[in-house]
C-alpha cells in the first residue's frame, strides 16, 4: 500500500479511534430499597437534609448524612444498574454518543466550539468517565483548608468500594517506560497519591471490566434515613425571611417527575436541617440562578425573581483543555483507558488510551463509539440539528470498509493543570432540562499555551522514545502526526491548513475536553470555606462547582471524597462534636 493510502486510513482512525467490542451481562443492581422513581414520591413531604444532585459528589453526602439524619437524594436521571453501556469498560462511549432524552449524558457545546458532556444519571460523571483514580496533593488539600486526617479517611471510605489497581497491558507499559526514558522521573510505582514524576493510578474499573461509581457509595446509606428519587428535576430552591432577619433562608425544593408531575419537598423544622445542592459545575450555578440567586441584570433579563444579587454565581467557569495526537500502531495493542500518567515538573499531565477501534465478531448495530469518536461529535464539525442516523450510519460503513491494520493504535494525550483561564455561564432558558450558556476561555491565559506546548512536545518525545519503538511506523514523522492531527475535525473550531504549524497553534486548534470542568459556585465567592451559600441561610453547594482548580489528575476521587469529608463535618456540627 503506499505511504498516501495508509496517511488516508490513518485519519480515518483518528475520526473512529475506541469503537469497542458488544455487549456482555452487565453489573446486577444493589437491593436499594430507598431508591424509587420519583412518579411514586407523595406530592408533600418532609425530611432534615435535601440533597440535589446523585452525583459524584451527592451520593457519599447522602449516604453519610443518613446515618443521624432524615434525607431526601433528588437525582433528575436513572440509574446505572443493568445498563452494560455504564457497566462495562469495554462499552466505553457509549452512553457518550447516545443523544435520547433519557440518555445518561446530556450533550452540551460550550461557545468556545468544543464538544463536551454532562452527567444525567445516579452516580453523576463517574458513570461515563475514563475511570482513572487518584487523589489530590497535600499542597492542594492544604490551600483549600481542609483537615488532612479527615481527607484521608474519606479518601479510604470511597476506596474501599469503587478503588482497583489496574493491570497494565503492553501499551500502558510503553508509555510508562517512555515517560521514565525521557526524563519524567522518579517512578512512583502503583499509587493513588500525587506525587511529580510517573506513576500508575487507580482505576474504578475491576478486573473484570466492571465499573464502579460513586452510586455503590449509597451502599454505606442506613436505608431507614434515606429516599433516593430517580427523574427528579428540580426547578427551584423555595426561600423565606422569617421576622426581621435579612438573609434569605432556604425552606424547601419543586421538582417534576418524569411525568412532568410537580411535588414540593420541604425541611422539617430545625435550624441545622439544609438544602444541599450537588448538581455539578453546570447544575449547581444553573439551579441558583433559577431560583433569584445570581447576578440581578441577567436574573430580571430572564423574568427571574431576584432572592439574592450574587454576580459572582457563574463565574470562574474552567475547563481543562487537553489535546491528543493518534499514533498507528503496526502491531495490535489491548483496548485500555487511562492508568498510566506522567505529572510533569511544567504542569502538564500526560496520560494514553489505546484499543481496537473495530472487531469482527461485532454487528454493525452494536457498535459503539469512544471519547474521539464522529458519532460521539468530538470529532465532528456537523451542526447537531444535521447530524441525523443516516449520517452516522454512512460514517459507520465507511469505516467498516477500511483496512483493518490502519484502525488499531491508541492516543497520547496531555491536560494542562489548573487551568488558569477562566469563564462563565449565563442561562438561556429557565428551563433546569436546558443546558446553560458556558464560555471557557480556553489558554485565554499564556501560561495555560505554554504548559500545552511543553506537554505536546513531551507526548513527541514518548513517541520516538526506544520504549514506544514497537508501537509506531518508521516512516510516520511526528511532525506527520501532529499534522494529521491538525487536519481533522476534533472540534468546531477553524482549522489551520499550512504543512508545519506552531505548537501555539496546534494547541488552539486541536483542544478537546476531558470532562474535567469547574468552577460557577467556588469558595470565598459564592460559598464560605463550609460551602454554605454567602448571603443565605440553610443552602450550601458541595460539588466541583465550588473549586477553583481541579484537584490531581482527575477530579473524581476528590469529588467523591468532598462528598463524604463534608457529610461527617455536618454530622459533627448537628451533634455538637
Request: with cysteine.
Amino acid at each position: 500500500m503506499s505511504t498516501l493510502g495508509w496517511w488516508r486510513l490513518v485519519y480515518a482512525a483518528f475520526a473512529g479511534f475506541l469503537l469497542f467490542h458488544g455487549f456482555s451481562a452487565s453489573e446486577n443492581a444493589p437491593n436499594y430499597s430507598f431508591m424509587h422513581n420519583a412518579t411514586s414520591a407523595p406530592f408533600l413531604s418532609y425530611y432534615d437534609y435535601i440533597v440535589v444532585g446523585g452525583g459524584t459528589a451527592g451520593c457519599p453526602l447522602a449516604a453519610t448524612l443518613s446515618h443521624r439524619a432524615n434525607v431526601l437524594l433528588l437525582e433528575r436521571g436513572g440509574s446505572p444498574y443493568g445498563d452494560p453501556n455504564i457497566t462495562k469498560l469495554v462499552n466505553f462511549g457509549a452512553s457518550l454518543s447516545d443523544l435520547s432524552p433519557w440518555s445518561p449524558s446530556q450533550r452540551f457545546i460550550s461557545t468556545d466550539g468544543v464538544i463536551n458532556s454532562r452527567a444525567r444519571v445516579l452516580g453523576g460523571g463517574s458513570c461515563l468517565n475514563a475511570g482513572f483514580y487518584t487523589r489530590a496533593s497535600p499542597e492542594y488539600i492544604r490551600q483549600a483548608g481542609w483537615d488532612g486526617r479527615l481527607v484521608n479517611q474519606s479518601y479510604e471510605w470511597v476506596e474501599k468500594l469503587v478503588a482497583f489497581e489496574p493491570h497494565l497491558g503492553h501499551w500502558q507499559s510503553a508509555v510508562r517506560n517512555a515517560l521514565l526514558e525521557i526524563g519524567v522521573l522518579p517512578f512512583n510505582g502503583f499509587t493513588f497519591d500525587h506525587i511529580n514524576g510517573t506513576k500508575v493510578g487507580g482505576t474504578i474499573f475491576d478486573e473484570q471490566g466492571n465499573r464502579h461509581t460513586a452510586a455503590d457509595l449509597l451502599e454505606y446509606a442506613n436505608p431507614r434515613g434515606l429516599t433516593v428519587l430517580l427523574y427528579a428535576t428540580v426547578q427551584k430552591i423555595l426561600f423565606r425571611f422569617r421576622g426581621r432577619r435579612s438573609r434569605p433562608e432556604a425552606y424547601g425544593v419543586i421538582f417534576r417527575d418524569g411525568s412532568g408531575i410537580e411535588h414540593r419537598a420541604y425541611l422539617k423544622y430545625g435550624f441545622k436541617n439544609e438544602i444541599i445542592i450537588s448538581a455539578g459545575a453546570l447544575g449547581s450555578p444553573q439551579l441558583l440562578m433559577l431560583s433569584g440567586v445570581g447576578p440581578v441584570a441577567h436574573l430580571r433579563a430572564h423574568n427571574i425573581p431576584v432572592v439574592l444579587d450574587q454576580p459572582l454565581v457563574g463565574q470562574g467557569m474552567c475547563d481543562n483543555p487537553m489535546n491528543a495526537v493518534f499514533v498507528p500502531s503496526p502491531i495490535p495493542v489491548e483496548v485500555s483507558l487511562i492508568e498510566v500518567v506522567g505529572i510533569t515538573h511544567f504542569g502538564s499531565y500526560i496520560e494514553a488510551a489505546s484499543g481496537e477501534t473495530f472487531s469482527a465478531s461485532v454487528t454493525t448495530t452494536s457498535r459503539n463509539y469512544g471519547m474521539f469518536s464522529p458519532k460521539i461529535g468530538q470529532l465532528s464539525t456537523v451542526p447537531p440539528k444535521r447530524r441525523t442516523p443516516e449520517a452516522i450510519a454512512r460514517a459507520v460503513e465507511y469505516l467498516d470498509n477500511l483496512d483493518q491494520a490502519a484502525l488499531q493504535g491508541g492516543f497520547i494525550l496531555e491536560k494542562i493543570m489548573g487551568p488558569i483561564s477562566t469563564g462563565h455561564l449565563e442561562l438561556q432558558t429557565r428551563n433546569p432540562d436546558d443546558n446553560p450558556s458556558v464560555t471557557f476561555n480556553y489558554f485565554q491565559h499564556p501560561l495555560d499555551l505554554q504548559r500545552c506546548v511543553q506537554g505536546i512536545q513531551t507526548i513527541g518525545k514518548i513517541v520516538e522514545s526506544e520504549s514506544f519503538s514497537k508501537f509506531r511506523y518508521d516512516y510516520m514523522s511526528w511532525p506527520g502526526l501532529v499534522n494529521m492531527t491538525e487536519h481533522s475535525p476534533i472540534n468546531l473550531l477553524p482549522r489551520h491548513y499550512n504543512a508545519s504549524i506552531p505548537l501555539e497553534t496546534f494547541c488552539r486548534d486541536t483542544v478537546m475536553t476531558i470532562w474535567h470542568y469547574h468552577g460557577g459556585c467556588q469558595v470565598s465567592r459564592v460559598v464560605d470555606p463550609d460551602y454554605k451559600v454567602l448571603g443565605v441561610e440553610a443552602l450550601r453547594v458541595i460539588d466541583g462547582s465550588t473549586f477553583n482548580y481541579s484537584p490531581g489528575t482527575n477530579p473524581q476521587a476528590t469529588v467523591m471524597m468532598l462528598g463524604r469529608y463534608m457529610g461527617v463535618k455536618i454530622l459533627r456540627e448537628r451533634l455538637g462534636n
